[in-house]
């Protein structure tokens, strides 16, 4: 097994970020397709992918990125129908998916809106499995997996006391996130630490204090956040912060 490889990036302003993470994900699907033919990756909702994703748009009217050789899932989602304002699913399609030339028959949404959560989970699990390669291994491997992180240290929809934190099998899983009061659908550490990239995008000041506890040297409050749970085995992990993000650290930052 490969030693953890973290690479961390700070930008003078989100807009600078932006520019980063884009050049990063760009850079990942481009290699991609070049030594597999193929790349398969998987988007994240909240506001700071927001910003991603219509830099991607514009950067890919270019076509500079093969969009086409470009299967699409979800790392987590909300218990929404798909065409709702909060889905993950509906953003990212309204501020990338709609605007580059990526085949729909491979993109993925999460059905978090089923009756049955666990059964919908299970079949998305299956999907993944179908679909994405596992490299000879026992779990499917992701080109790149991008994350977001939330103020008390949750990443894709792995929260805090939630259930699926301490899930160990299963790739994909509904839990009940009693901090939010409702169900959500969600990738777990197995299928996101599988991954040869994931891409930790992070921005603003009011996430500068689980940053510095992320990165920092205090192992009790790195491990109260669910964010440090994501550790690919063998691939890259990378953040890329803006200033204020990393204020609280003791990365040098503009």
């Known amino acids: 097994m490969a030693a953890i490889?973290?690479?961390?990036?700070?930008?003078p302003s989100p807009e600078?970020?932006?520019?980063?993470?884009?050049k990063l994900v760009?850079?990942?699907?481009?290699?991609?397709?070049?030594?597999?033919?193929?790349?398969?990756?998987?988007?994240?909702?909240?506001t700071t992918p927001h910003a991603l994703y219509l830099?991607?748009?514009?950067?890919?009217?270019?076509?500079r990125v093969p969009w086409q050789d470009v299967t699409v899932f979800f790392g987590d989602e909300r218990n929404v129908p798909q065409d709702h304002?909060?889905?993950?699913?509906?953003?990212?399609?309204?501020?990338?998916?709609?605007h580059v030339p990526v085949d729909l028959m491979r993109v993925y949404p999460m059905p978090a809106d089923a009756e049955d959560l666990q059964a919908a989970a299970a079949g998305y699990e299956q999907t993944i499995r179908h679909i994405v390669p596992d490299d000879g291994g026992t779990t499917p491997r992701f080109d790149l997996i991008l994350l977001g992180m939330g103020v008390e240290g949750h990443t894709a929809s792995l929260f805090p006391n939630s259930e699926g934190?301490?899930?160990?099998?299963?790739?994909?899983t509904a839990h009940f996130v009693p901090m939010l009061g409702r169900h959500r659908m969600t990738f777990t550490y197995p299928l996101i630490n599988a991954s040869r990239n994931v891409l930790l995008f992070v921005t603003g000041a009011d996430k500068a204090e689980p940053i510095a506890a992320l990165l920092g040297d205090d192992e009790p409050a790195r491990s109260r956040l669910p964010a440090s749970g994501v550790a690919p085995t063998d691939g890259r992990l990378v953040v890329v912060l803006d200033a204020a993000a990393a204020r609280g650290t003791d990365l040098p930052h503009p």
């Open 55 to 63: 830099r991607l748009a514009a950067d890919g009217v270019s076509g």
């Open 85 to 98: 304002v909060e889905s993950n699913y509906c953003m990212a399609q309204r501020t990338l998916l709609d």
């Open 5 to 11: 490889s973290r690479e961390v990036f700070v930008d």
């Open 26 to 46: 760009r850079k990942v699907i481009g290699e991609a397709v070049e030594q597999r033919g193929a790349c398969y990756i998987a988007l994240a909702g909240g």
């Open 16 to 22: 600078e970020a932006t520019g980063q993470a884009s």
């Open 165 to 172: 934190l301490a899930e160990t099998k299963r790739l994909v």
